[in-house]
Nanobody, 121 residues
Framework: VQLQASGGGLVQAGGSLRLSCAAS????????MGWFRQAPGKEREFVAA????????YYADSVKGRFTISRDNAKNTVYLQMNSLKPEDTAVYYC???????????????WGQGTQVTVSS
């Protein structure tokens, strides 16, 4: 499966952005979808994940209550709605897919190219 992330940009603290990740290739609905991020000089970290049927969602503590992951299986797209953004949310955001998925980077086989999110104070 090929993944294409978009929607990043520059936003002021307290603002919102919505990231999208469009998938092509094998059946999208067979994959757990995740979002990760990587800030300069830091390791890539888990942000959120959503189950194949979008019945279950998981979040890192740092984004819980501010970010919402969702998916539209008809459009082969997963979204990350980010509200109340903070400067520490600045990072390159990556979408990922795997038949199992989880919270670890090694649990995803397919990765998108990343989209930059910059939050100014």
């Amino acid at each position: 499966v090929q993944l294409q992330a978009s929607g990043g940009g520059l936003v002021q603290a307290g603002g919102s952005l919505r990231l999208s990740c469009a998938a092509s290739g094998r059946s999208f609905r067979n994959y757990v979808m995740g979002w990760f991020r990587q800030a300069p000089g830091k390791e890539r970290e888990f942000v959120a994940a959503i189950s194949r049927s979008h019945s279950s969602t998981y979040y890192a503590d740092s984004v819980k209550g501010r970010f919402t992951i969702s998916r539209d299986n008809a459009k082969n797209t997963v979204y990350l709605q980010m509200n109340s953004l903070k400067p520490e949310d600045t990072a390159v955001y990556y979408c990922a897919a795997d038949e199992r998925g989880g919270a670890g980077t090694d649990e995803y086989h397919y990765w998108g190219q990343g989209t930059q999110v910059t939050v100014s104070s």
